[in-house]
């Protein structure tokens, strides 16, 4: 049966993406049907998508890619699903999938929030990654973030008992929002210690981006929440 889709009039991603290189392009030719989920109605069983029976993390918005090749190359023992709208930062991680010989790793470029709504089964996922998602700093657009009630409400959904939920950004504000929405679902416990955040776990690479602001002295807040 097809789901039905009502429109979603406000989203947390604009679509701005410059040409893809050559390389890029390349990738997204030849890689997409072995390492990509295409876009569809159906429920991704995620078991067959990987040919095997592991721990599943998702992550939304992966960037170019860097950080989740590491934690896939570093983390055999976990089959990941990363999600990004730009192909530009899809074909740079197809790239690294077929230079780093990952098979632990796929592709989704697609809307999260719909993917996670209408193609994942409920109780699937072990962790749900968020890192540093568009901060939507003006207070007119804080509708658009990503984080909001209703999305932790879908993700209680998705994730299993005992999974977890992992996010962190750079801006201080939304960071008090995410505590504050998450805080609020009963379906949620917080790792954090007394301040409600986590120092960044090893499994979470640094990166460069991250290294800079650091070095002007800027902060980075890290959460953790547990799925009851």
């Not at 983390?75 to 780093?100: A, C, M, T, Y």
């Not at 657009?141 to 977890?164: D, N």
């Not at 929405?181 to 981006?209: A, E, H, M, V, W």
Request: proline residues 4%.
């Amino acid at each position: 049966m097809t789901n039905t889709k009502p429109l979603r009039t406000v989203r947390s991603f604009v679509r701005r993406e410059g040409r893809l290189t050559q390389a890029q392009q390349r990738a997204i030719d030849t890689l997409w049907t072995e390492f990509a989920v295409d876009n569809g109605d159906s429920i991704i069983d995620l078991n067959a998508l990987f040919g095997r029976d592991a721990p599943k993390i998702l992550e939304i918005g992966f960037g170019n890619g860097h950080s989740l090749a590491q934690m896939a190359s570093e983390q055999p023992e976990h089959d990941f699903l990363g999600i990004e709208v730009h192909r530009p930062g899809v074909g740079q991680l197809l790239n690294s999938i077929e230079k780093l010989g990952l098979t632990n790793l796929r592709v989704a470029c697609t809307d999260a929030v719909e993917l996670i709504k209408y193609r994942l089964a409920d109780n699937s996922l072990d962790r749900l990654q968020l890192f540093f998602p568009d901060p939507w700093h003006k207070k007119r657009h804080h509708k658009r973030r990503i984080i909001q009630p209703e999305f932790v409400a879908l993700l209680a959904q998705k994730i299993k008992s005992g999974g977890y939920l992992h996010m962190a950004t750079d801006w201080q504000h939304y960071a008090e929002q995410m505590l504050d929405d998450l805080s609020n679902n009963d379906q949620f416990i917080n790792c954090g210690n007394d301040t409600g955040y986590i120092p960044r776990p090893d499994y979470r690479p640094l990166t460069k981006f991250e290294q800079r602001g650091h070095k002007l002295g800027h902060g980075v807040w890290d959460l953790l929440f547990k799925r009851r």
